[in-house]
């Protein structure tokens, strides 16, 4: 999927630089003439079917996704791993210091969200719509970081803090961290 989504990403800038930087300006050289070349009409249909690949396999890898979420059995990953914002445990004893662990991701709201939380930038209120995208930026690296964990044999994740980052646009990085312990 991703190499396909990559063609019709190439497709469209190809299309497009073509269309912009040859196709205008020998529109504006030859404007009298109601051919359109044949280089023209395939930059424009690059242009085009490379917006309808990109679109097509991100919503075929959004599907395979929350399919492959909501089917998921249960894993290693899912045993109790207690997080912490300290480094303190009280009645425990950290008996074995793992490492660093941390989740990563990038999240970002699609533009008909994105352009509601535009208006309510201008009557005010709370933009619902990015604390809802940071709340599942928050919950996926929480559960990468809580997964690797888990796969080190890790009883808590001690010291644990969130950053996070503007990408581009509505875009968000968000990263969490802590210190992987055995216990007690």
């Not at 396909?4 to 205008?24: C, D, E, K, P, Q």
Request: glycine share 8%.
């Amino acid at each position: 999927m991703k190499v396909l989504r990559h063609i019709g990403s190439l497709a469209f800038v190809l299309g497009l630089f073509t269309a912009v930087f040859a196709g205008i300006p020998w529109h504006v050289m030859v404007a009298d003439d109601p051919v359109v070349p044949w280089w023209l009409r395939i930059a424009v249909f690059c242009l085009l079917g490379g917006i309808f690949v990109v679109l097509a396999t991100l919503a075929l890898e959004q599907w395979a996704h929350t399919a492959a979420v909501e089917a998921a059995p249960a894993t290693a990953s899912d045993r109790q791993v207690l997080l912490l914002n300290s480094d303190v445990l009280p009645g425990r004893e950290i008996t074995e210091i793992l490492g660093l662990v941390q989740g990563h991701t990038v999240f970002a709201i699609w533009l008909g969200k994105d352009l509601s939380a535009i208006v309510r930038l201008i009557l005010g209120g709370e933009l619902t719509e990015y604390t809802e995208m940071m709340g599942s930026a928050r919950s996926t690296a929480t559960e990468r970081m809580t997964a690797m964990a888990a796969e080190m044999g890790a009883d808590a994740v001690i010291n644990v803090r969130y950053m996070t980052t503007s990408v581009v646009g509505s875009a968000a990085e968000l990263l969490v961290y802590g210190t992987a312990v055995k216990l007690s």
